[in-house]
């Protein structure tokens, strides 16, 4: 079949709340993906940062291969041999002191939310159901009915009410207005340490040690959602790592399975996430032996340093060039590490016709919100990849 029957199939048959580009992927290896006409590109969304190690990372492979030809799934009902070592490992990469696997993104903020909650009743002595979280405006954290009751992404709530009770929203990056939203009530303050999907939000410096500060002075827990910012993507194994900023509670996911399976997990303090007993949370699926395996695969990738090592380094070169675009059809370039947001000058091509032609130069990103292109490699393409991508874009903005 051709592109244009296989899009056609999708559209017909699976529900249209994604609105991809017009390319239809056969195969990838490492940076690259190749279409059903034969066409290479190279891919500069590395699946919202979920294939930060890039297609089918050898180690990984081989650890999902090896793993398939034991034993796949066992519930946790029973004990198997991956889970211990995968949580031990994870837990030592991070520096934290337990580990509750889930499966996506949206299961272990769900979950980071039901912690707090459990812990604010249990341990601080909040009144019952009365229980707050704080969170930023712009904030992404899933598509459950509870995460988009927080939104304020009108694509992303509208028409899902009635909505969660319980969180308060106050601007991102503002430390004064978080100190403000706290109160003897408030559980736990919510924060992605950069925001994403928002655009690749950068906060003032400072902000989330600020956080931390003010979550200590309400008794309150500071959990990070680092689903997007961790595991290599900014040169760190977490994000808050810049700031030396510790959370209670760090949310990953996306890289974590390494994009082979879906594996996230609540990390953190022993004290918080041991508020939960048996019977009181769970997943079929949680902490799987094929998915603890590969997980552990990219903890021993991650435990060399070069993935970071490399968002570091060729992070630089990237932000070096896009800043070079400021003025010539860009307006501003954020971001740390391989990710980007990338402004487009009002009066040029909307953040979707330039992600189409990019396509049209073979490189595969997306746009997010409107006019900003979403620039998030994964971290083993070569510098030169990435002056090939660069100047695709600049061809676009019209520098
Ligand atoms: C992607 C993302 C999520 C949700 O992850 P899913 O696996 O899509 O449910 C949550 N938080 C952040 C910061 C994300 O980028």
Redesign the pocket.
């Known amino acids: 079949m051709t592109s244009a029957d296989l899009i056609a199939l999708d559209e017909r048959w699976s529900t249209h709340n994604y609105h991809p580009l017009p390319v239809v992927i056969r195969e990838a290896a490492g940076a690259w993906v190749t279409d059903v006409e034969d066409r290479h590109y190279l891919d500069l969304l590395a699946g ?3 294939l930060n190690f890039g297609h089918r990372h050898p180690a990984l492979l081989a650890a999902a291969v090896e793993q398939l030809g034991r034993v796949t799934l066992t519930s946790r009902a029973f004990h198997h041999d991956q889970l211990g070592a995968f949580c031990a490992e994870l837990a030592a990469l991070t520096g934290t002191e337990m580990v509750l696997p889930m ?7 769900e979950s980071a939310v039901k912690v707090a909650r459990k812990w604010a009743y249990d341990v601080k002595g909040v009144a019952d159901s009365s229980a707050t979280i704080v969170v930023a405006g712009g ?6 009915t509870t ?1 988009v009751s927080f939104s304020d992404d009108p694509d992303a709530y509208g028409g899902y009410g009635p909505y969660t009770p319980g969180f308060v929203r106050v601007a991102y990056g503002d430390a004064e207005a978080l100190a403000d939203a706290v109160d003897e009530r408030t559980a736990a303050i919510l924060l ?1 340490p950069i ?3 928002a655009g690749v939000i950068v906060p003032p410096e400072g902000y989330m040690s600020a956080a931390r500060r003010i979550a200590d002075d309400a008794g309150c827990l500071l959990i990070a ?5 961790g595991l290599a993507r900014t040169g760190t194994v977490l994000a808050l790592d810049h700031e030396q900023v510790r959370a209670d509670l760090y ?1 990953l ?2 890289a974590l399975g390494g994009g082979i399976v ?1 594996i ?1 997990a609540v990390v953190g303090r022993a004290d918080v996430l041991g508020v939960l007993q048996p019977g009181q949370h769970g997943s079929t699926f949680g902490g799987n032996p094929l998915a603890c395996a590969v997980g552990r695969a990219v903890v021993a990738l991650l435990e060399t340093g070069e993935p970071q090592e490399r968002s570091t380094t060729l992070g630089k070169h990237l932000h070096a060039r896009l800043s070079a675009l400021v003025g010539h059809g860009v307006t501003e370039v954020r971001g740390r590490g391989l990710w980007a947001g990338v402004d487009i000058a009002p009066g040029g091509l909307s953040g979707r016709e330039a992600a189409v032609a990019l396509m049209q130069r073979g490189v595969l990103c997306k746009e997010t919100h409107g006019s900003t292109l979403r620039v998030a490699p994964t971290l083993v393409i070569t510098e030169e990849e990435l002056d090939t991508a660069v100047d695709a874009i600049a061809e676009v903005v019209g520098a």
């Open positions: 919202y940062s979920a499966n996506t993104g949206a299961e272990a903020v904030n992404f954290h899933g598509r459950t995460i992605e925001q994403g999907e959602d680092e689903i997007q910012s949310t996911g996306k879906p996230s």
